[in-house]
């Protein structure tokens, strides 16, 4: 199946810094999403990218499907944005579920 | 439209007991994923129903179990707990198969 590895595994920054989240993957990326686990355990969607970029608000997202990533991009950080950052895809090979990374631990300061 | 609900919310247990939990879907979506977060393994697969039969199973002993019902909402089922299976177990529904799912607030079990 497919390996998803994400970076960095922890950041820290000041509230109002802009950080990029990477997601690397080794196979074909046809489904990729991006969630939010809150402090509560929910995975929350940010983006439903299989390719191309898109915006929400201070989250954006780029997918490059020929070279196999994906970035998250958050701008002027909130404290609310603090959590863990997962980037997933279907595994392939007959289990597909979803194949997620270890995450991205977010901690925005004050 | 409301979201995916899981019930319960938390749920402790001793080894050896069994336990079912269920995931009733967005109004829909006839997929249903489940997976297992642990702080080891991070989240893993378990199984995905569509139309009431199982499409995939992850990499998990036959301990593990589901079904899914003709209104889509599904159950899962953990026999002869170990203290290993303690971990947020969620659920996800997506409209089909391969489309974007979307998560419940999971199920903490917890076994003592």
């Known amino acids: 199946g497919i390996q998803v590895e994400q970076s960095p595994p922890d950041l820290i920054l000041q509230e109002g810094a802009n950080s990029t989240l990477r997601c690397n993957f080794s196979?074909?990326?046809?489904?990729l999403q991006w969630f939010h686990q809150n402090p509560w355990g929910q995975l929350i969607n940010l983006f439903y990218i299989p390719s191309g970029t898109k915006q929400n608000g201070r989250l954006s997202a780029t997918t490059v499907a020929t070279e196999r990533y994906s970035l998250l991009y958050i701008s002027s950080s909130q404290t609310t944005d603090s959590g863990v950052y997962f980037c997933?895809?279907?595994?392939?090979?007959?289990?597909?579920?979803?194949?997620f990374g270890k995450g991205t631990h977010l901690i925005i300061q004050p | 439209k409301a979201g995916v609900t899981q019930t319960p919310r938390y749920l402790i247990k001793t080894r050896g007991q069994q336990v079912t939990l269920s995931c009733s879907p967005i109004s829909g979506h006839r997929s249903v994923s489940w997976y297992q977060q642990t702080p080891g393994q991070g989240l893993q697969f378990l199984f995905e129903?569509?139309?009431?039969?199982?499409?995939n199973k992850g990499n998990f002993p036959g301990r593990f179990s589901g079904r899914q019902f003709s209104n889509s909402r599904s159950e899962m089922n953990v026999s002869t707990l170990e203290l290993g299976d303690s971990a947020l177990y969620l659920c996800a529904s997506s409209l089909q198969v391969l489309n974007e799912q979307f998560f419940g607030p999971g199920t903490r079990l917890t076994v003592l």
């Open positions: 129903y569509f139309s009431e039969t199982q499409r």
């Open positions: 997933a895809e279907y595994s392939g090979g007959g289990a597909d579920g979803l194949t």
């Open positions: 196979d074909s990326v046809n489904n």
